[in-house]
Structures are given as structure tokens and as C-alpha cells.
């Protein structure tokens, strides 16, 4: 069953479709976080027949626009616009928690899951040391490669922050063995010298 809805607060209202199996007997609830821009239609079709493939499989779901964009209220270029689309996720996952559903996963498409290459973040004045500690992005990823400023090039290493759920999604499809014998005895090394340096400045 497919049903188009409003939902959230008055003032800050979003457009969604809800889905649900026709028995009402819900596996599980998975909210659709989509693109931004022309990815937003670009992918609309595709997550469509995601959302009813996951509804044939016994699942709820949500896709919805994001604050200010397609039908949804609000300004996409608002200065505040991220914390806004960060509340929307809260959102959805509690109109699907409403309907008496607790296991709820977000699956987010492209700026929807929002992934931060801090690479050569170092060389950036004036920026943070990384976004990692962020709370207001829940589907933040953070990416930092060790072989640029770190001095470590042709070992390719590094690592990836995040969500424990994305994480272990990651995790499924990583492949095994990425990083070589010789890359991590050279990380050991480097840490074990970056520790010595940092207690003798703190001793």
C-alpha cells in the first residue's frame, strides 16, 4: 500500500510517500534519505523501485524531499540548511517509529550520506582538525588518507570514521586484506615514534 503524506512540524512540514505491506505486518522500516540537486531527480526512479521492492519484502519505508526541495517546505539556501536536512532524517525515522515499527535502518543516496575526504585538510587554514566530532550530520563519513601530509605516500593507508551501522555496512563489501605486511609494520613504527615524541613533550 502506498500512501502520500505530509508530516513534521507545522511550520517546517515535509513531503513523503509512505509504504507499507498490505497485510500491515512490518519486518522492519527503512527511512530513504535522497540526493540533492539534479541527483534528486536523476535518482527518483531508482529509489522507487527500491522502496516497493523493500515493500514486497515485508518492509515500511519513507522517501521523502528534504527541507526546500520538490514539495517539501523551507529554503535549500538557507545558511542553516544542513541542520535542517539533519532533522529531517530524526524526523522520518519517528513517523515510521509511530507506526509501531522499532527496527528502523536510513539509507542514504549520495549527500544523503555525506562522505568528507580530509586528505589535505592540514593545509587548510583556518579549518578544524576534522568534522569527525560533528553530531549534527548523523550520516556523516570521514575519510583521511595517512599518505599526503603524513609523509606516507605509495603505502596507501588510511582510515574512515563514521556511524557503527554505516560502518559495518562498509565492511560487507570492503575487500579482505587491503592494507599490505609492509604498510602495516611502517603505520606501527610511525605511531610508536609519534608516541615517544609526544611523551617526551608532555614528560
Not at 519486518?27 to 514486497?56: N, W
Not at 507506526?99 to 580530509?118: A, K, N, Q, W, Y
Request: aromatic residues 6%; charged residues 25%.
Amino acid at each position: 500500500m502506498k500512501s502520500s503524506t505530509w508530516f513534521g512540524p507545522e511550520d517546517a512540514s515535509l513531503f513523503g510517500v509512505l509504504e507499507y505491506p498490505d497485510d500491515r505486518c512490518a519486518r522492519a522500516g527503512v527511512v530513504v534519505v535522497p540526493s540533492l540537486g539534479i541527483e534528486q531527480v536523476t535518482t527518483y526512479r531508482g529509489l522507487r523501485a527500491l522502496t516497493e521492492r523493500l515493500v514486497d519484502d515485508g518492509f515500511v519505508t519513507l522517501r521523502y524531499d528534504p527541507t526546500g526541495t520538490g514539495s517539501s517546505t523551507g529554503d535549500q539556501l538557507d545558511p542553516e540548511a544542513w541542520s535542517a536536512w539533519a532533522r529531517d532524517v530524526r524526523t522520518a525515522v519517528e513517523t515510521i517509529r509511530r507506526l509501531g515499527v522499532e527496527d528502523i535502518t536510513v539509507l542514504g543516496v549520495r549527500s544523503g550520506c555525506l562522505v568528507v575526504d580530509e586528505a589535505f585538510i592540514d593545509t587548510a587554514p583556518g579549518e578544524p582538525d576534522s568534522l569527525a566530532g560533528r553530531r549534527d550530520l548523523p550520516g556523516l563519513v570521514v575519510l583521511r588518507s595517512l599518505t599526503k601530509t603524513w609523509g606516507l605516500a605509495g603505502l596507501r593507508v588510511g582510515y574512515m570514521l563514521g556511524n557503527a551501522d554505516i560502518l559495518r555496512a562498509f565492511g560487507v563489501t570492503a575487500i579482505p586484506f587491503t592494507i599490505t605486511e609492509q604498510a602495516q609494520a611502517q603505520i606501527a613504527a610511525d605511531r610508536a615514534q609519534a608516541a615517544a615524541q609526544l611523551k617526551g613533550e608532555v614528560g
